[in-house]
């Protein structure tokens, strides 16, 4: 299987809160991110936690991590159409090279 | 904008064709790194140069070669093109390697081989 695993699609309403899930394999990890690529964009870094910490909240974002479980997520509150893209969630691990391994990515739609 | 441009933007080539796309990182940063986005693969790690020197291969081909230039422009060299080789292509910069190690993104090369 993929080291970082993620749903392919979410769909939410406008104003909604939307979660996106993701599950990494190495408990080595030390930097979680979440990268956004918008259509016909690169990707760009949204946030990031480090392994040590649980949470971090960002303006309207959050990101949670459960190291037991090896599960990251980023909720996004007050979801607006803007917030319309692929999402990826990336890990780096202890002693490595520091490139990330990322995620197939996460398709946010927002409906309005 | 993220500062890192790639050119060109589109390309269209025929199977057999060798083709190169070229990457300028942001103003400041050592390090270019090569990621090759298909939507079977999603995002490969292609390969990384820091100051002109390879310093990290991922998934690359045989036939896919890069290298970093002194004025750390970088240029992504794929030959023999086969179908399977259409996909975007990604160069991203960092500042060095280690830590947060934020990488940023091009817009990319879009490669159609027919």
């Known amino acids: 299987g993929e080291d970082v695993e993620q749903s392919l699609f979410l769909s939410v309403r406008e104003g909604d809160s939307s979660v996106i899930n993701c599950t990494y394999t190495d408990s080595s990890s030390t930097y979680l991110y979440w990268y956004k690529q918008e259509p016909g964009a690169g990707l760009q870094l949204l946030t990031y936690i480090f392994s040590n910490m649980d949470m971090k909240q960002d303006q309207r974002l959050t990101v949670l991590l459960n190291k037991k479980d090896k599960h990251l997520s980023l909720r996004i509150a007050d979801t607006q159409t803007g917030d319309s893209a692929i999402y990826f969630c990336?890990?780096?691990?202890?002693?490595?090279?520091?490139?990330?391994?990322f995620g197939r990515g996460t398709s946010l739609i927002v409906h309005p | 904008d993220s500062g890192v441009t790639q050119t060109p933007k589109h390309l269209i080539t025929a199977t057999g064709q060798r083709v190169t796309l070229r990457c300028s990182p942001r103003s400041g940063d050592l390090s270019v790194y090569w990621y090759q986005q298909s939507l079977d693969q999603g995002l490969q790690f292609l390969i990384q140069?820091?100051?002109?020197?390879?310093?990290a291969k991922g998934n690359i081909l045989e036939r896919f070669s890069a290298q970093q230039f002194p004025d750390l422009h970088s240029e992504l060299n794929l030959s023999s093109l086969e179908l399977g080789d259409s996909a975007l292509y990604f160069c991203?910069?960092?500042?060095?390697?280690?830590?947060?190690?934020?990488?940023?993104f091009g817009p990319g090369t879009r490669l159609t081989v027919l």
């Open positions: 140069y820091y100051n002109g020197e390879e310093r």
């Open positions: 990336a890990e780096i691990r202890s002693g490595g090279s520091y490139i990330p391994t």
């Open positions: 991203a910069s960092s500042v060095g390697q280690g830590g947060i190690n934020e990488q940023f």
